[in-house]
């Protein structure tokens, strides 16, 4: 009986732990060069996507200080300053805690809706916080891009996401 | 485990968000007042996660490269039918190279010119790209014996890539030429007109404050100038081009997607570095 009990706490573990981990697997295999174009970009609009898929469907799996060190992971790998990540995920968080209740019922075209505002606002104080922190004034058209990717990735990602959701990632099930 | 009651329980994990979201800001403020802690801590991320890196990025330049027993075979016949012809081209520029060198040193015999030191270098495999959406920077394995490589001057077969700005014990990022933070100081032409490279986060970094009355020309050379003290004269860069009228930009002779393996030399480490360094 001692061994089965082990055996589901660790898958019990590895359930909780699955959505935090891949996010930050991906993270680090999109470091390697030649996998895609703009990379970078696609980096952030993984994290992006995930981090708003997790917060809406199992706000649990993703604990804030957990997001907070994913941010902090994004910063350092990319080269944004240092904490300025964190925060807007952390954000993003908050605002997903607000509005959760009235969205987990809709469909997938009004989620990936509010996905695309999301990444509006988030960009947009991206570009703001950066110009600031840097006292310059950067391009805009490679933020534009980040932001393009990060709505067009959401869906090709939310396959994937719901079958782990449903699967994998889910606790009730171990 | 702690068992707490169910309300503090939930007002615990109330707090959790705020409190996180001020430890955040508290970050950038403090990225923000010490850039070393930044670099500091990037440096220590890419040592850890370089054996991950390495480990990872060779089944991909394995794909690329069509490597493995198969690819080799397909392309035997084609790969020997170039070598032979381009052994042939290089026997003939050997003899055109033996014959300058000998022209060479039969005028510096006349000219009492002093010879500037070979730098040292070592070859540095490319195993993670870590450009955000405004930096352009590769990280790069290097040997344990390597020390105080910052500074070191990153070049891949045809040209210059950039420059070490960070090292750790194994890892060391190299900051490229087309980062919106690169300036390099640059000779243009035959006559090495000043101006300086300007990254601009695009495949071609801009030239700026060249002489009004001396602008650079389309097709014109590229080489890096001694000014500033941190690269050696006459590196080659690239060639000048023109996308808009009065916006001249380089384009680098260095494959910069495609960047696999890049030599680092270090300059400065050099006892006579100086006297290079001044030689126009």
Redesign the interface.
Known sequence: MEGVEFWRSLDRVGRHALPAVSIAVVM??L?????LPL???VR?GFVMASVYFWSLYRPAAL???L??LL???L??????????W??LL??E??AM?AIRRALVRRGFLMVWLVFAGFVAVLTAAEYAA?AV?DLAM??AA??LA?GVIAVLIYPLLAVALIRAHRGAAAPEQA | MLRLSIPVRQALSRL??P???I??????L???ADRH??DT??TG?DDA?AP??RA??AP??DI?QGRGAIGDWFRLHADNARLVAENDRLKRWRAVALALAAQNDALKSQLHFVPTPTPSFFAAR??????????R???VTIPRDAHGIVNAIAMDGSGVVGRVVQAGSRSARVLLITD?NSRVPVAIGRHGGRAIMEG??SATPRLIYWAPGNPPREGQIVLTSAVGGVFPYGLPVGTVHYDGKNDPVVRPFAGMT???VLRLFEYDRQPGADGAATTP
């Open positions: 680090i295999v470091a390697i060069p030649g996998l990379q970078a970009g952030v604990p804030a200080p997001v907070a941010g902090v992971l910063d350092l790998l990319g080269a944004s300053p240092l904490g300025l964190a925060v952390l954000l968080q908050a805690a950066r922190l950067l391009p490679p933020i980040q | 959790t968000l409190v996180m979201l430890v955040s800001l508290g970050l950038v403090a990225g923000r802690l930044g801590l990037r991320l996660l991950v890196y990872a990025a991909v330049t690329e490319v195993i993670a790209d870590l450009g955000g959406l405004y930096a920077s590769v990280l919106l601009q986060n495609r960047l696999r």
